[in-house]
């Protein structure tokens, strides 16, 4: 079975600064998606940012990036200039690609965003 | 607004009761899935549906089942429910391929008492 881990509870960052947040997975499966989840006060998950294990090149959204290594099973995700609106827990998550299947979670990270 | 829409919003009830939660999916997504977030378990699947036939199961006690109906619309429904039981359980749906991103409902609150 697939299982992620972020190892970072909490992490917390000034207005403007970068953070980036850690997770890894384990799996035995060569073709899966990585996936980042935003969960804000309001609780509703917004998907953050997207990587297809088969692309080598790092997946970016406007001030959001991921650091993919594959052969070290580790999926991070970078948000660059945070902005008020950024603070709120962020889950990694893993699918396999054989057929329509569920997400693995990681247990999140939350993230205070200091003015 | 992800197009996913689950009712109620809210949910509190005693010990011992049984209560339906539903949720109906974005147009077109025929895969339905029930995710239960409870603050030490943290996100968990509980089980998919797909155009009305049970695909996967994840950590879904026997006390929960749930459906799809023709319509697409989903129910879970949660029996003999117990205080761990209280948790955001949320319905995301998604089209037929891996790839596809998953779209989460609101989510449902239960408290049980």
């Known amino acids: 079975a697939q299982t992620v881990t972020q190892s970072q509870p909490e992490m917390s960052v000034q207005e403007a600064e970068t953070v980036t947040l850690s997770c890894t997975y384990d799996?035995?499966?060569?073709?899966?998606?990585l996936f980042w989840y935003k969960q804000p006060p309001s609780r509703q998950m917004i998907l953050v940012i997207r990587?297809?294990?088969?692309?080598?090149q790092n997946a970016t959204e406007n001030r959001f990036s991921v650091n993919f290594q594959k052969a070290a099973k580790s999926f991070s995700l970078k948000i660059s200039d945070s902005q008020l609106g950024d603070a709120a827990m962020y889950f990694c998550a893993y699918r396999s690609a054989l057929g329509n299947t569920p997400l693995v979670f990681g247990k999140g990270t939350r993230l205070s965003v200091i003015a | 607004d992800s197009g996913v829409t689950q009712t109620p919003k809210h949910l509190i009830t005693a010990t011992g009761q049984r209560v339906t939660l539903r949720c109906s999916p974005r147009s077109g997504d025929l895969s339905v899935y029930w995710y239960q977030q409870s603050l030490d378990q943290g996100l968990q699947f509980l089980i998919q549906?797909?155009?009305?036939?049970?695909?996967a199961k994840g950590n879904i006690l026997e006390r929960f089942s749930a459906q799809q109906f023709p319509d697409l619309h989903s129910e879970l429904n949660l029996s003999s429910l117990e205080l761990g039981d209280s948790a955001l359980y949320f319905c995301a749906s998604s089209e037929i391929s891996s790839y596809n991103e998953q779209f989460f409902g609101p989510g449902t609150r239960l408290t049980v008492l």
């Open positions: 549906y797909y155009n009305g036939e049970e695909r």
């Open positions: 990587q297809e294990a088969y692309k080598q």
């Open positions: 799996t035995s499966e060569s073709d899966y998606y």
